[in-house]
């Protein structure tokens, strides 16, 4: 009599009866149909693209997150500044009147002096410690009151420094002019000397840079001043060269409703979408000190209020009105960008919910189908481990029987 080994089959059976068990509850407990490579390698090769995208989608709307504040800050600070040229207009054609009294005009300088300061206010407007018209350098307020001088922190009436003392090779020194709105950057090379950067100072005014009568002086006290002699245009200068120390505003020297550009311009951009970036700040420079100039119109309003005809008033009341009208049109930009970040916000958002629905399709599973196969494998484990427990025991002798 021949006996069939039916062991190996029924342990193949066995194991067969397990890993369709293991397998759906797996998926019943991850909710996915496709938990290694193995699964589907077509469907995994998919799901890496897909999830490829996901981060991508994430960075590009955490970005926009921390964009979008920032931008309607600055439009927030532009529509206040709006407000306030429009008050100092006001201001000015009540002031150019022909009937109005001195006394009146200085009441009224006075008052436009405020409005000055609320525009200042505006232009340092910080949106979480950054200030977001300080071009790329905005960890510090980009407009400053200027003064008539700077003297060195270097340098005494007994150790004087001269015109032949050495500059150190990298140092920069800068010279924001309030009257011009530019900003004179001078960096020193290997051998240049104090002398050096008072020909830098010299060919800075003759390019317009820096107002006429600026200079750059040993005073009798044996420190460098930088000076620009004038009681109506005032000056901001820093300088990190340790030959001349800190560059500080000489007391007194304070020149009334002038302030400085300390930013720079440049912009810095960041990534929203896979062919879109957009700028992250906004360089003061271009907005307030540059074309009609914001803040150098108010502070010739206040001079004419002071001291000028009715005819000058009216003029620098004008000057004021152009003022408004490049702000407008530097704030179309601004209001653009916000529009467009809104905008890839709501298409990111939808472009998630996308990304999340292909992705549940490719590698997902049903729930009540992976329910109902559970049930069937863990009858079908049941089954054959019953069957296994009647032939795994037999041996040729119950087979004689």
């Given at each position: 009599m021949r006996v069939t080994n039916m062991v190996p089959d029924v342990q193949y059976a066995m194991q067969q009866s397990q890993q369709n068990l293991s397998t759906a509850e797996l998926q019943v407990s991850t909710g996915l149909r496709v938990n290694q490579l193995s699964d589907d390698p077509a469907a995994s090769?998919?799901?890496?693209?897909?999830?490829?995208?996901?981060?991508?989608?994430d960075q590009y709307t955490s970005n926009v997150s921390s964009v979008l504040p920032q931008m309607q800050t600055a439009d927030s600070a532009i529509s206040s500044i709006v407000t306030s040229l429009n008050s100092a207009i006001t201001l000015g054609t009540s002031g150019a009147s022909s009937s109005i009294l001195t006394g009146?005009?200085?009441?009224?300088?006075?008052?436009?002096?405020?409005?000055?300061?609320?525009?200042?206010?505006?232009?340092?407007?910080?949106?979480?410690?950054?200030y977001v018209f300080g071009g790329s350098g905005s960890s510090a307020p980009p407009f400053?009151?200027?003064?008539?001088?700077?003297?060195?922190?270097?340098?005494?009436?007994?150790?004087?420094?001269t015109t032949a003392t050495a500059l150190n090779a990298g140092s920069v020194t800068t010279i924001s002019d309030a009257t011009t709105g530019q900003t004179m950057t001078y960096k020193a090379a290997a051998g240049d000397t104090i002398a050096t950067l008072q020909a830098a100072v010299s060919s800075a005014v003759s390019a317009g840079t820096l107002s006429a009568g600026?200079?750059?002086?040993?005073?009798?006290?044996?420190q460098l001043s930088i000076s620009t002699n004038s009681s109506t245009a005032g000056i901001v200068v820093s300088s990190n060269d340790a030959a001349l120390g800190s560059m500080t505003a000489a007391s007194g020297s304070a020149v009334a409703n002038a302030y400085a550009y300390v930013g720079n311009s440049s912009v810095n951009t960041v990534q929203v979408g896979d062919s879109l970036s957009v700028a992250t700040n906004i360089a003061g420079n271009q907005l307030f000190t540059s074309g009609a100039n914001v803040i150098g119109s108010l502070s010739k309003l206040i001079s004419a209020l002071q001291s000028g005809t009715t005819d000058q008033i009216g003029s620098a009341t004008n000057a004021v009105s152009a003022a408004l009208a490049y702000v407008g049109q530097q704030r179309v930009p601004l209001d653009s960008t916000i529009t467009q970040l809104n905008?890839?916000?709501?298409?990111l958002s939808q472009e998630k919910v996308t990304l999340t629905a292909q992705q549940t399709a490719l590698v997902g599973v049903n729930l009540t189908t992976a329910a109902t196969n559970l049930s069937q494998s863990e009858l079908d484990n049941s089954a054959v481990l019953a069957a296994a427990a009647k032939v795994l025991p037999q041996t040729l002798l119950d087979y004689l029987k």
């Open positions: 090769a998919n799901m890496v693209s897909s999830l490829a995208s996901s981060a991508n989608v009146n005009k200085q009441t009224i300088a006075t008052d436009v002096e405020s409005v000055l300061g609320s525009v200042i206010s505006s232009a340092n407007t910080s949106y979480s410690g950054v400053v009151a200027a003064s008539e001088t700077y003297t060195s922190a270097q340098g005494s009436a007994g150790t004087p420094l600026t200079t750059a002086a040993i005073n009798a006290d044996g905008s890839q916000e709501s298409y």
